[in-house]
Antibody, heavy 118, light 113 residues
């Protein structure tokens, strides 16, 4: 059974760095074709794909936020991470991580709410 | 970026009806190398994360009821839900994974009449 769970700070102030962790089970990020993606959703709005990391450590970033994003993984501990620098109120959202298998995001975590407020 | 346009934005239905949700991409999602359309459909219920229903435009994810049917190719795709049940009330999103950045449609909200 595949499970993913996101964790984060809950609330942070503008200009700070947001650090998110995705802890997963039921698959390995060292398996060919596997990846973990980060997607966010502001309250009542649509979905935005932020970044993806693959089994071979290839990385993808959404160009709209590319300079602010860093994705990484710890294969041994079944975790993936996302950092977003210099946050502002527009980064307030629920952040999801999802397993991507051969490019298809097939299992999602429950999401973690992040609020940016002074 | 590939733009995904969904219609309608909302739909009011009665239980038992058949509904159709449309999704149009700004460029073809059909890869000639394998003849697959890189298009997925998701269902999101209130307070829940999106759930994968359909991938490769028409392949149902394991455990998804067969009343959910995906069709289409190239730039035009459809999600059909036959005999809608109360549990199907949700927001439905299409998403392309043909090219980065992966992009989603704005969603179609399915409501009860």
């Amino acid at each position: 059974q595949v499970t993913l769970k996101e964790s984060g700070p809950g609330i942070l102030q503008p200009s700070q760095t947001l650090s998110l962790t995705c802890t997963f089970s039921g698959f390995s990020l060292s398996t060919y074709g596997m990846g973990v993606g980060w997607i966010r959703q502001p309250s009542g709005k649509g979905l935005e794909w932020l970044a993806n990391i693959w089994w071979d450590d290839d990385k993808y970033y959404n160009p709209s936020l590319k300079n602010r994003l860093t994705i990484s993984k710890d294969t041994s501990n079944n975790q993936a991470f996302l950092k977003i620098t210099n946050v502002d109120t527009a980064d307030t959202a629920t952040y999801y991580c999802a397993r991507t298998h051969m490019g298809i995001p097939d299992d999602w975590g429950q999401g973690v709410m992040v609020t940016v407020s002074s | 970026d590939i733009v995904m346009t969904q219609s309608p934005s909302s739909l009011a239905v009665s239980a038992g009806e058949t509904v159709t949700i449309n999704c149009k991409s700004s460029q073809s999602l059909l890869y000639s190398g394998n003849q697959k359309n890189y298009l997925a459909w998701y269902q999101q219920k209130p307070g829940q994360s999106p759930k994968l229903l359909i991938y490769w435009a028409s392949t149902r994810q394991s455990g998804v009821p067969d009343r959910f049917i995906g069709s289409g190719s190239g730039t035009d795709f459809t999600l059909t839900i036959s005999s809608v049940q109360a549990e199907d009330l949700a927001i439905y999103y299409c998403q392309q994974y043909y090219d980065t950045p992966y992009t989603f449609g704005a969603g179609t909200k399915l409501e009860l009449k």
